[in-house]
């Protein structure tokens, strides 16, 4: 049987909260970047490394990223735990659906400490 | 008309199959499918299904017809028959006990969670519990529901965790209670429903509002009780 133990907040309301307003965060930035890119249509190096060396930039970057990886995880734990069940993959369904959500896991922190290093790092 | 029914007797089946029947429909009138499968157990009396109020009431002969769940009853043939052929499976979802007969004890099961009975903890009136006319209009669109699961078996959700996911029917009934005027449970249920699965496993596909066969709207039902969990939490 499929318990909550490794859904996000472990409670419906907050989870389903949190993955609405990831979204939107998601979107707007989205959205602020293909706009930055459709005004800047020949975008050189200097220009893009200048938008991301200010701390705007930074601080939206990294929320855009964390809520990524929070929107991901609620994602990829409802299709984990809608389609690697007991009567969907056999018997090894928990020990997949554990390797499954720490493979997920281990994703989302490589790409959250990847960001940080490209947003911080020194080139 | 060639009809394909899913057979399975457990007794002597190891898998199910699709038996087909040749089948002169009498003309003249639109048979309902509950008279086609009457008409194929004069043919063979070994076909098993349900049936009792044969007028869309009682929910019992609730099945899959050529992909669709429904009431056998009230289906017409013209409605559902595509190339002069008619494919009737069990309703999706819950394990078969015989050809098109299914054991509900999950969707039961769903529908005992969800507390399916007025509570008031306020001592009971001499006579009865009043409610004024517009109290008891928000129960229309609820009170209706037959139970005859065509919805819950038509959603993956419930497929997928039919343990766990309450399912279309169930909540539609959730939310006859939480709209209530008489019922002072509120928190107590929505409490009940705050978990990922119970309520937010519905993807909002909307399956069950085009199955229901008496055109009610369990979605809309589902997006009230998740209006009312989170104003409770913000």
């Given at each position: 049987m499929v318990t909550q133990v490794t859904s996000f907040t472990r409670n419906g309301v907050s989870d389903w909260l949190v993955q609405r307003i990831t979204a939107v965060v998601v979107a707007i930035y989205s959205v602020v970047l293909v706009a930055y890119l459709l005004f800047q249509p020949a975008v050189t190096y200097q220009q893009w490394s200048d938008l991301f060396s200010q701390t705007w930039m930074q601080v939206f970057t990294l929320m855009t990223l964390l809520a990524t990886c929070a929107h991901a995880w609620i994602g990829m734990w409802t299709v984990g735990t809608d389609y690697l069940r007991v009567h969907t993959v056999g018997e090894s369904a928990n020990a997949l659906r554990f390797i499954f959500q720490l493979g997920c896991m281990l994703v989302f922190v490589v790409y959250l400490i990847w960001g940080i290093k490209i947003l911080w790092g020194n080139g | 008309m060639l009809i394909s029914v899913y057979r399975y007797d457990p007794d002597k089946d190891i898998t199910p199959y699709m038996q087909d029947f040749d089948l002169e429909i009498p003309g003249g009138r639109d048979l309902m499918v509950l008279d086609v499968l009457e008409l194929l157990k004069e043919q063979d009396p070994t076909v098993s299904y349900r049936r009792s109020?044969?007028?869309?009431?009682?929910?019992?002969?609730?099945v899959n017809m050529n992909g669709k769940n429904g009431l056998a009853c009230i289906t017409p043939l013209s409605e559902v028959v595509k190339s002069d052929k008619l494919s009737i499976r069990p309703l999706p979802g819950l394990p078969v006990?015989?050809?098109?007969?299914?054991?509900m004890e999950q969707f039961y099961d769903q529908y005992k969670k969800i507390k399916p009975y007025l509570i008031n903890d306020e001592p009971p009136p001499t006579q009865e519990r009043l409610q004024s006319p517009e109290d008891r209009e928000k129960l229309d669109g609820l009170y209706?529901?037959?139970?005859?699961a065509c919805c819950t078996t038509a959603c993956p959700s419930f497929w997928w965790n039919p343990d766990k996911f309450v399912g279309p029917a169930g909540l539609l009934q959730a939310y006859r209670f939480l709209i209530?005027?008489?019922?002072?449970?509120t928190e107590e249920r929505l409490a009940g429903l705050e978990?990922?699965?119970?309520?937010?496993?519905?993807?909002?596909?909307?399956n069950c509002v085009s199955v229901c066969p008496k055109g009610l709207n369990p979605t809309r039902a589902i997006g009230h009780i998740r209006n009312m969990l989170l104003k409770r939490a913000v």
């Open positions: - | 109020c044969r007028e869309g009431v009682c929910g019992s002969d609730g006990v015989r050809d098109l007969v299914v054991d209706e529901c037959i139970l005859c209530d005027s008489r019922d002072t449970a978990d990922p699965f119970s309520v937010f496993r519905c993807r909002g596909i909307m």
